[in-house]
């Protein structure tokens, strides 16, 4: 009785602090929620200067939020929209990239996509847009020219540019239309019966367009399948649970939502038959493999279905829920981590909330093991590490250089918009090429453009030189170091001839986007990928494949 009697009063102590707890909480929430609306009364009514209601509560707003995560986010009516091409990919617009070159200081095409308005009334690479319906546009930058482009669907407008190859003016009627991003740019069968996707959003219906170019390839005879996931930020959470559902069977547990509340809690199980449950598969990430990415390179790699080749991923394992605002507002907003079936959450940092927000990188020394359906050990708290780590071919400093837009005054730009005006067609995607010739006309107008960068080479020099200074050794090294100067002299005919592949190839790709939009260009650059190389070459050794899947099961025995 006694013993009873104590726990009762330890259960009534204990609720009687959470209410205490809740009601100190409550006071709090009104208490700063009537704080901030006396405060903006009185800036209202008193402030030197009339304000705007939207740009100063917005800007409050968003500095709440940007204390917490980088995923909620407060969309306002005239941001709505965004938040619907965010999870649709769709949006009513012309269809093409664009860009702002800096050497001209005007916003231009950059790259018309397949089968839409853009491309279809003529648009090409590099013509400068002058004005839209009458409204110049030479001294707007890409998100007023965007979101002008832009508009509701069926709507017509003049659009007005300037196509530097013939320096005529050019007058485009455009009927916008609703724009679908291709959320697989490409997909086909390779060499030796192995298949290759790109996948490069999680929006709505993807998981069918990836389902039914499995099937398609299969039927060309596939054997084996490259499912690549580098660069793919993610999105629709169902829809990876759609795609994972292409290789596993039904009723599997793919991914579990767990937050705050518990009714936005969610389970997400295969729902239908899959496509094939034995063709070996090898999912390439990177760094920027996100989000959904990681559900899904992480549930295959989980459930040993796949191997799992590349750089770790980007660490993401945090749910947001989209919540309909007064006024027609939105805002995304994180409610859940998830965890994918070997019971662990990726997520890589912790949020901190006190003193306006901070971030802390999970250490490893808090990291927990979990076991895949073989029992090979994988982490949590750091993204997906891949089962085989194969690192991409770096890009050389010089390409880095050209390929900046701004640093490089717009050569790579300008080469490749003539070398299109000059090649009505070129060959095939899969084998195009520049020549040498071309490449030598680059690169003279590289060196005909004084066209500077930093070697880095000579910058590490200089920076050890001032530590050997500082520290007191110069002096006594001076003739190496003035030796080194000589032989590490910058030379850019020399560089250019030195990184000649490389620079080509990223010429060649522009180019052939061009031609062959961005399929084109994805399988231009396939027989150079390093990463897709070793993942060929690991689908054409069955026993290693087998072999890195059931590791685990060695381990045990």
């Known amino acids: 009785m006694r013993k009873t009697f104590l726990t009762l009063a330890c259960l009534l102590l204990t609720t009687m602090s959470w209410a205490q707890a809740d009601a100190d909480h409550n006071f709090k929430v009104a208490k700063n929620l009537e704080v901030f609306n006396t405060i903006y009364r009185n800036l209202d009514m008193m402030y030197v200067d009339t304000l705007d209601a939207d740009e100063v509560v917005g800007y409050g707003i968003n500095s709440m939020l940007h204390s917490l995560d980088p995923y909620t986010e407060y969309y306002p009516e005239d941001k ?44 090409k690479k590099g013509d400068i847009i002058l004005s839209i319906d009458g409204e110049d546009m030479t001294k707007r930058d890409n998100n007023y020219v965007s979101d002008h482009l832009r508009g509701d669907a069926g709507t017509t407008f003049l659009l007005k540019v300037l196509r530097p190859s013939t320096g005529k003016e050019m ?3 455009v009927t916008r239309r609703a724009i679908q991003l291709p959320a697989v740019p490409y997909y086909g069968l390779q060499k030796d019966g192995i298949g290759y996707l790109n996948l490069n959003q999680f929006t709505e219906g993807c998981g069918k367009i990836v389902r039914n170019a499995i099937i398609d390839m299969k039927k060309q005879g596939m054997k084996a399948l490259v499912f690549d996931l580098r660069g793919n930020g993610g999105g629709s959470e169902p829809e990876a649970v759609n795609i994972v559902n292409c290789f596993v069977p039904k009723g599997k547990l793919v991914v579990s939502n767990r937050g705050k509340v518990k009714r936005m809690n969610n389970d997400y199980f295969t729902t239908v038959e899959p496509v094939d449950t034995i063709m070996p598969v090898v999912v390439l990430v990177n760094g920027s493999s996100a989000s959904a990415s990681e559900i899904t390179s992480g549930a295959l790699q989980d459930m040993d279905r796949a191997v799992v080749m590349g750089t770790k991923t980007y660490g993401k394992g945090l749910v947001q829920t989209v919540m309909d605002l007064p006024y027609n507002g939105k805002m995304k907003l994180t409610t859940n981590k998830y965890y994918i079936p070997s019971g662990r959450c990726i997520q890589k940092i912790t949020y901190k909330h ?5 971030t802390e990188v999970v250490a490893d020394s808090l990291k ?13 708290g750091g993204g997906i590490i891949p089962d085989i780590e194969v690192k991409a071919d770096s890009m050389s400093n010089l390409a880095y250089y050209l390929a900046a837009v701004k640093d490089s005054d717009e050569l790579v730009s300008s080469y ?23 490449y030598n006309e680059f690169k003279q107008r590289v060196l005909n453009s004084r066209f500077k960068y930093d070697a880095m080479s000579e910058k590490t020099l200089d920076n050890l030189e001032k530590v050997a200074k500082f520290e007191g050794y110069y002096d006594d090294a001076k003739p190496e170091f003035e030796a080194l100067k000589k032989k590490l002299k910058h030379n850019l005919a020399k560089d250019l001839d030195f990184n000649k592949e490389g620079i080509k190839q990223l010429l060649a790709s522009d180019i052939v986007s061009a031609y062959y939009y961005q399929r084109g260009a994805i399988l231009n650059t396939l027989r150079y990928d390093k990463q897709v190389q070793a993942a060929y070459a690991l689908l054409k050794d069955p026993k290693r494949y087998a072999g890195i ?8 025995k």
């Open 416 to 438: 490749e918009i003539d070398y299109i005006a000059k090649h009505p067609t070129i060959g095939s995607a899969a084998t195009f090429d520049l020549s040498d010739a071309d």
């Open 354 to 358: 006190a003193n306006g927000g901070s």
């Open 549 to 556: 899947l059931t590791v685990g099961e060695k381990q045990k």
């Open 368 to 380: 927990r093991t979990f076991y895949t359906a073989h029992g090979r050990k994988v982490m949590d």
């Open 171 to 173: 007058k485009f009627k």
């Open 80 to 123: 709505s929209k965004d938040v619907k091409m965010m999870l649709t990919g769709k949006y009513a617009g012309i269809g093409s990239l664009i860009r702002y070159n800096f050497k001209l200081g005007r916003v231009c095409i950059d790259e018309p996509y397949e089968n839409m308005p853009a491309a279809e009334v003529g648009l």
